[in-house]
């Protein structure tokens, strides 16, 4: 297609940085943004709606005559985005970028994805999955494993559903608040209790339509509040690409022993699978371990993979959601690429809303500013999330992007603003 209208659902930083992506392309006509945020209202036009309330989408869909809906985020791909338009005959037209509501259990439940693993043979840590009926066999089997503890909720909890512990006692409590006291509500019903693996960590996107696949820039994300990786899961505090260890030898054992199997995996279980795949994974003394999946791009590695894509990416995303991936032609940049993450006082636990922002310009045409919870209104830019403000710097080398990141986090002000300041202190 010549020049489309396109939906991108969402509010995040993910989002403002895959809108800024496709806002490049030569191929769009216009760009909805549902809710969108404070960022993506200057490539688009936002549009209150929730990216789970379907019927909404459905109206806005048919009312802007949109070709391709986008899915940003995990929940209205595990709530079934995908099945509920190709079910409505007034859809049929409408080619949609994210998988169906099968695919999406591999986000949608941990122990769907460590069976899935399991059946299809991809290298992960072992595992046991429990209900609260089963909580002693669960403390039980803390005995099995040596510390850290690693313990998830099975179902969604905004990437804070994790909990890493060295102290027994302090995870059999937790087993208890997940399984009797619903930490997470429906998503604590099942918990997964894993061995913990040594290692590094690493995200790789797949961009695919269950056929063909093509491997994007990988990243490597700080999930942890504060310095040093200590302190609660967040969202993810920054990111970097490209990532050092991650070279060709690495990178090709991932294709070889991951990828190739997760897409044949998906075929010979009849899961049809249109959209990304984020392969979260532990590099074990050279040896790439799958942690987990998710069904969409990671946040905050977006705002990096994005910033080393060469080529069209509207046009990339159009073909596979046409299931034609193997006709996708994307180059990926020589450039580094760091992100810095602010946020609300207080996050991940409690935090306030509504502060006022300031920003001083930035030059730097290697700075982008992708807003993560930002919205106007009458007195300017306001924070309207924990995570609020993602500074993504390109440069030649990983050490320059970082210096270029934090000089421009200087420019930015709200009342308690927090961000770690270590970012690839680790490479």
């Given at each position: 297609m010549d020049r489309m209208r396109v939906l991108l659902l969402g509010g995040g930083g993910r989002e403002h940085a895959l809108a800024w992506k496709m806002s490049q392309s030569p191929k769009l006509d216009q760009l909805f943004i549902a809710p969108g945020n404070g960022g993506t209202s200057e490539l688009g036009t936002n549009v209150p709606i929730k990216e789970t309330d379907?019927?909404?989408?459905?109206?806005?869909?048919?009312?802007?005559?949109i070709h391709l809906v986008v899915v940003g985020p995990e929940a209205p791909l595990v709530a079934g985005i995908r099945d509920f338009m190709e079910a409505d005959e007034s859809l049929k037209d409408v080619k949609v970028l994210g998988s169906g509501k099968a695919g999406a259990e591999l986000e949608g439940s941990k122990a769907f994805a460590k069976r899935f693993m399991e059946k299809v043979d991809i290298p992960t840590a072992r595992y046991a999955e429990f209900g609260a009926e089963e909580l002693d066999q669960a403390k039980a089997f803390l005995d099995e494993m040596k510390p850290p503890y690693v313990l998830k909720a099975d179902g969604l909890a905004a990437g804070k559903g994790v909990l890493i512990l060295e102290d027994r006692a302090e995870a059999e409590s937790s087993l208890e608040d997940f399984l009797i006291k619903g930490k997470f509500g429906e998503a604590s019903e099942r918990v997964v209790i894993e061995e913990y693996?040594?290692?590094?960590?690493?995200?790789?996107?797949?961009?695919?339509?269950?056929?063909?696949?093509?491997?994007?820039?990988?990243?490597?994300?700080?999930?942890?509040?504060?310095?040093?990786?200590?302190?609660?899961?967040?969202?993810?505090?920054?990111?970097?690409?490209?990532?050092?260890?991650?070279?060709?030898?690495?990178m090709q054992r991932v294709e070889d022993r991951i990828v190739k199997p997760t897409i044949q995996g998906l075929k010979n279980e009849a899961i049809p699978y249109n959209g990304f795949v984020f392969i979260g994974l532990m590099n074990v003394d050279g040896d790439p371990y799958v942690i987990e999946y998710n069904v969409r791009m990671g946040d905050p590695e977006t705002e990096t993979v994005m910033r080393r894509i060469d080529g069209d990416l509207l046009e990339a995303l159009w073909l596979t959601a046409d299931n034609k991936t193997a006709e996708v032609s994307l180059g990926v940049s020589d450039d580094h690429s760091a992100c810095v993450m602010l946020v609300s006082g207080g996050y991940p636990e409690g935090y306030e809303k509504g502060k006022l922002m300031t920003i001083e310009s930035v030059e730097d045409e290697q700075v982008v500013m992708f807003h993560a919870g930002t919205k106007r209104d009458e007195e300017g830019l306001k924070t309207s999330g924990g995570r609020v403000l993602a500074i993504s710097a390109n440069a030649s080398n990983r050490e320059e992007a970082l210096n270029k990141a934090y000089s421009v986090v200087k420019k930015v002000d709200f009342e308690r603003m927090n961000y770690r300041s270590d970012i690839g202190f680790d490479l």
């Open positions: 379907f019927e909404a989408i459905k109206e806005l869909i048919l009312r802007e005559g693996l040594h290692g590094i960590e690493l995200s790789v996107f797949v961009l695919t339509d269950g056929n063909n696949y093509v491997i994007l820039p990988e990243a490597k994300d700080y999930k942890r509040i504060g310095e040093g990786d200590t302190g609660l899961n967040t969202g993810g505090m920054g990111s970097i690409s490209p990532v050092p260890f991650a070279d060709a030898t690495f």
